[in-house]
């Protein structure tokens, strides 16, 4: 059982940035597809950007590419979305998830574990 802690959520003014951390524990970390999803107000959960295993094959999600940029450490059981450039529509409960497939998935089902999320609010 993994538990994943997300934290570095707040409110921010378009165009600044925000840096989200997410812990994990109670399983090998290194193990798992480290992800982020977030979720707007009435609307589904949507992919932001995935990291494989070992940190070398990465995805983004069209809207926050070149934008956001997804790491991981994995002696640290940790991993991080870098987000700059911020825009109002980035506004969201930010998730961090893990999935034990070994694939670097977009879709929100393919994970396994996920943390409690963490608000982010970008201001116009």
């Known amino acids: 059982q993994v538990q994943l802690v997300e934290s570095g959520g707040g409110l921010v003014q378009a165009g600044g940035s925000l840096t989200l951390s997410c812990a994990a524990s109670?399983?090998?970390?290194?193990?798992?597809?480290m992800g982020w999803f977030r979720q707007a107000p009435g609307k589904e959960r949507e992919f932001v950007a995935a990291v494989g295993v070992y940190g070398i094959t990465k995805n983004y999600e069209d809207s926050v590419k070149g934008r956001f940029t997804i790491s991981r450490d994995n002696a640290k059981s940790t991993v991080w979305l870098q987000m700059n450039s911020l825009k109002p529509e980035d506004t969201a409960v930010y998730y961090c998830?893990?999935?034990?497939?070994?694939?670097?998935?977009?879709?929100?089902?393919?994970?396994?574990?996920w943390g409690q999320g963490t608000q982010v609010t970008v201001a116009s």
């Open positions: 998830a893990a999935d034990y497939t070994g694939v670097v998935y977009t879709t929100p089902s393919a994970y396994d574990y």
């Open positions: 109670g399983g090998t970390f290194g193990d798992y597809v």
